[in-house]
Every structure is written in structure tokens, then in C-alpha cells.
């Protein structure tokens, strides 16, 4: 296996493999496939992430990913198999999907079509047998339509799949298995590289402390597409062996930084149904594919959805600079908005916590305009132990109420020891938000809204707790039913 850097991306293309030196570092997918291709199926629509026009499926190992191709690099297809909307059909018959959605009309101006067709594309090949109409609905949720409406577009993929066998999903396709060497496209003043190993990012980022990590470019897309950033040094994280893993060990789960959202929520599903649905409303299916653990924390954003919940579990996050590692406990590595324990050429290596011990429960809510594709206005979550009805070992942290995630520690220490049926006592706390939060009004909600929110949600928490049995939510399956 040759181990010297490549300085051009390959990719396989209508099953023949494509070598391909992009521009310029900064160059994204979209204007790789409508200006340098020239195949116009794909759509641009919002350029940053929100409507699903220029949605693109990317196969690695079989596996189909929906993803934003408006913000994307280029250099991020390195070792994948891209297919567009025009891939899909052949000379003589439109793809099932394509086929279903004439059948039912669900396509008005169509400028939405090609989008919802490869997100369907998507779903339609990772999956087999019927599908529920939850799982339509959360595979579409980053398509915009704003003339067919969803009905006709979900009733045809539930009419074609309800046909389809019931047996394990076979991964179609070739096997992608990504590229052996690293890649270094540029000079030492301008370049986008792809390590591949931790010890390769650890060396690259101690020469060149002022280059730019990125990982899923979920944000870092939105910095190019809209502000016109044009970073100069760029260094890729996706093809790190090793960086995306999850492992549980001894009852500590161990997350890389580079591991998807969309990893993320399927390992931790089974332990933790609160944070899947937290994560089932993060962002899209486009989104959670791309997006990645490590750069939700690393970006420090206040209003990221998974530090709260981290928080409150007590996680650790590992940072590395050259050879040297440290730990330290997530809370601390937001200073103040804008500011983390970041040194310069350090990066996030990985976060850990325990899973929650038989007796401890964990809660979390996200508050946000509109249930999907939306950042929180408020998130909170809490972490437990009822013993003998009553709670211990608090740990409750906000996001939206901050210049940074946050503790409410002295709402945590209020709570500690009350019985989970004294209503007062448990009142009296939740009051105790206004100590540790002085939250901003923005466009997004006004402090008042935002305090009362927190309330609501914490008020709920420990309803939960004192009563598991009483539904206090409104379920996923019930709003995706007819
Ligand atoms: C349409 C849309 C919807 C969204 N919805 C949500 C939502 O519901 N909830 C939410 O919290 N966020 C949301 N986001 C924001 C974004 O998806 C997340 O913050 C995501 O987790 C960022 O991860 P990334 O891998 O894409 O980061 P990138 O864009 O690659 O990087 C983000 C930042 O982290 C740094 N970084 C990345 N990896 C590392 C590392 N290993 N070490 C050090 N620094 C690193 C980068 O330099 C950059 O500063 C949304 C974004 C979009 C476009
Ligand atoms: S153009 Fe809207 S998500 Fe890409
Ligand atoms: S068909 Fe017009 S936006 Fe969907």
C-alpha cells in the first residue's frame, strides 16, 4: 500500500473511477457538478443546507448517504461514488422512485424534485420491505417543496415500498473503499489536505496552526457559501482511520470527533431514547450524514444541540496538540461566547461518558421553532438518580440560554434531595433558573420566552420522573400518522 500523498481527488462516477484536482481549496460539490460537469438536475436553492434542492447521494461501502452538495467541498467525495439525480434512470425506465412519484403526482414546478428524488434515492436503497410514514418523513427532513405539498410525495414511496420483499437490505452497488494514501493538494501557502491518520493531522496542524479543520463542513459550508470566506488551508478530517469510531467499554462510550450524527444517534439509541430524539431532530438526514460530533462541540456555538445533553452526562472531551494529549470535563472547554480551551494546533481527538447507571434517568428537550431542520432556541437536559423517590447527583445544562452551553448549578443544587412529590419544593427550584441564566433576545426568541421555555422543559423533566407512566409528550409516530 503506497503511503506518499496524492495530489488529486478520485471518485467513482457512473462506475468508472474519476481523478480530479479542485480549483481552489474552498470549492464546493454543487459548483463541481452544475459548472464543471455541467449536469444541471441538481439544484441550487438556499445555498446553505436548508431546502434539499441539491441533494446528492454519496456510496461508500455500499452505504448510500443523502447529502448537501451546496455544502460540501469537493475534496469531501474523495473516495466515494457520487450519484446525481441524472444517474439514477436508465435510457429506457425512470428508477422506482422517480416512477412512483409520477404515478401519484408529486411533482408540481419540479424545482424541488431532484432533491426529494435522491433523498428517496437514498432511503429507497439502504432500506427493504414497507416503510413506516415516520421514516419517509425524517428521510425528507431537509426537502422543501412548496407546491406539491408532502402527501402525494410520501404516499408514493409508502405505496412502492409496501410491495417490496422483506429481506435484508442488500448494499447495492460496487464496494467504494476509499483511497490508501492521504491526500496534500496545493503548496504550503494554499492547499486542502486529508490525513490519514491522527498522528498525520497532529504533525499538519503543528506546522500550520493557522490552517482550517473541517469535518462535515456543515458549518464551515455556510462560512464559504455565505459570509464568501475563502479559507487558504484547509485540513479534512473524513478520511482519519479510526477518528469516526464508537466504542462502548466497560460502560463508557467513547465517540471520535469525526463520527456523524447520523452514527452518533444509532449508537446511542438503545441506551439513551432522549438524545435519539434530540438527534432525530438534528438538522436532516443530509445533515446528521455529514455533520459530525466533533465539530458540534469544537465550534462552540451556544446553541449546538449536543453540549447541553453532553453536559449533563458528564462527558470528557479529549483534545490532542502534536503528541500531547489532555482531558478535561465538556463544561469547561466553553470559555465564553467565541471562546474555547482551544490551543492553537490542538483539535478535538474524541469525547467520552458513562453511560447512565440502572436508576439514573436522563431527559432532554429541544425548543425550537418548527420540529425539524431547525437550531434550538432552548435545549435542556438533565441527568439523575431517584433513590427512594427522590432526586440525587444532579446535573442539568442549558443551551440558548448562555454565550455558551452551560450548568445550572444552582437550580441543580436546589433540586438535590427533593421528593419528587413535593410540587412546592420542586417549584421553588425550577425558579432557581433566573440565578444561573441571563438569556439574550435574538431573532430566534426574547429572553422572557426563552426563560420561560427553560422552565417549562425542566418543569416537565421532573414531572417525568416523579410520574413515567403519564404521557407528556406528543409521540414521533403520532404526528407522522394520517
Ligand atoms: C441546515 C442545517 C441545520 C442544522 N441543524 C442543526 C441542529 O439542529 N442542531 C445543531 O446543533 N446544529 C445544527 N447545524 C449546525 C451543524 O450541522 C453542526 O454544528 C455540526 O455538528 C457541525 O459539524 P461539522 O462536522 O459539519 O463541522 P464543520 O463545519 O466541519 O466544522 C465546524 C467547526 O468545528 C471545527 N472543527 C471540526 N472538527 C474539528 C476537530 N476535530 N477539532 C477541532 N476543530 C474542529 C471547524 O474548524 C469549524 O470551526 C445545522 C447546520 C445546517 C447547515
Ligand atoms: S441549495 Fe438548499 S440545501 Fe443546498
Ligand atoms: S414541486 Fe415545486 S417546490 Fe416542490
Not at 481527488?9 to 473511477?17: D, L, N, P, V
Not at 433540586?415 to 439574550?440: C, K, N, T
Amino acid at each position: 500500500m503506497s503511503t506518499s500523498l496524492r495530489s488529486e481527488i478520485s471518485f467513482a462516477r457512473k462506475g468508472a473511477w474519476q481523478k480530479l484536482r479542485p480549483e481552489r481549496p474552498r470549492e464546493m460539490l454543487l459548483d463541481h457538478i452544475r459548472l464543471r460537469e455541467g449536469r444541471l438536475g441538481t439544484k441550487e436553492g438556499c445555498n446553505e443546507g436548508d431546502c434539499g434542492a441539491c441533494t446528492v447521494v454519496l456510496r461508500r461501502n455500499g452505504l448510500c448517504q443523502a447529502v448537501n452538495s451546496c455544502i460540501l467541498l469537493t475534496a469531501q467525495i474523495d473516495g466515494a461514488e457520487l450519484i446525481t439525480v441524472e444517474d439514477i434512470a436508465t435510457d429506457s425506465a425512470l428508477h422506482p422512485v422517480q416512477e412512483a412519484l409520477v404515478r401519484r403526482h408529486g411533482s408540481q414546478c419540479g424545482f424541488c424534485t431532484p432533491g426529494i428524488v435522491m433523498s428517496l434515492y437514498a432511503l429507497y436503497e439502504n432500506t427493504s420491505g414497507p416503510l413506516s410514514r415516520a421514516e419517509v418523513l425524517e428521510a425528507l427532513q431537509g426537502n422543501l417543496c412548496r407546491c406539491t405539498g408532502y402527501r402525494p410525495i410520501v404516499d408514493a414511496m409508502l405505496e412502492l415500498c409496501a410491495k417490496r420483499p422483506a429481506v435484508p437490505a442488500v448494499l447495492a452497488g460496487e464496494r467504494v473503499e476509499g483511497n490508501p494514501a492521504g491526500l496534500f493538494i496545493g503548496d504550503q501557502d494554499r492547499f486542502i489536505a486529508a490525513p490519514k491518520t491522527e498522528a498525520a493531522l497532529a504533525d499538519l496542524l503543528l506546522s500550520h496552526p493557522d490552517a482550517l479543520i473541517v469535518s462535515g463542513a456543515t458549518d464551515v459550508g455556510l462560512w464559504i457559501t455565505k459570509r464568501l470566506d475563502d479559507p487558504q488551508k484547509i485540513v479534512l478530517t473524513g478520511q482519519i482511520e479510526g477518528f469516526e469510531a464508537i466504542k462502548t467499554a466497560h460502560g463508557r462510550m467513547t465517540i471520535g470527533a469525526g463520527a456523524s450524527h447520523a452514527a452518533f444517534r444509532a449508537a446511542i439509541a438503545p441506551h439513551l431514547p432522549d438524545f435519539d430524539d434530540i438527534l432525530r431532530r438534528f438538522g436532516s438526514a443530509q445533515v446528521r450524514n455529514s455533520g459530525s460530533v466533533g465539530g458540534n462541540i469544537a465550534n462552540g456555538s451556544p446553541i449546538g444541540d449536543l453540549a447541553p445533553c453532553l453536559i449533563a452526562l458528564g462527558a470528557t472531551l479529549h483534545l490532542r496538540s502534536g503528541t500531547e494529549r489532555r482531558e478535561l470535563p465538556l463544561e469547561e472547554f466553553f470559555i465564553a461566547y467565541g471562546r474555547q480551551d482551544r490551543r492553537p494546533s490542538e483539535f478535538v481527538a474524541a469525547l467520552s461518558f458513562a453511560l447512565p447507571a440502572p436508576g439514573r434517568v436522563f431527559k432532554a428537550f429541544k425548543l425550537s421553532k418548527r420540529p425539524d431542520e431547525d437550531i434550538s432556541s432552548v435545549l435542556l437536559a438533565l441527568a439523575a438518580n431517584i433513590e427512594n423517590g427522590r432526586l440525587r447527583g444532579l446535573r442539568i445544562a442549558c443551551g440558548g440560554m448562555a454565550g455558551t452551553p452551560k450548568r445550572a448549578l444552582a437550580t441543580e443544587t436546589a433540586l438535590e434531595g427533593i421528593a419528587l412529590d413535593d410540587r412546592d419544593a420542586m417549584e421553588a427550584a425550577i425558579a432557581f433558573l433566573a440565578e444561573d441564566f441571563q438569556p439574550l433576545t435574538d431573532m430566534r426568541a426574547s429572553a422572557a420566552y426563552r426563560m420561560e421555555g427553560a422552565k417549562a422543559l425542566l418543569r416537565r423533566a421532573l414531572i417525568e420522573c416523579a410520574m413515567p407512566d403519564v404521557p407528556t409528550r406528543l409521540d414521533a409516530q403520532l404526528m407522522a400518522a394520517e
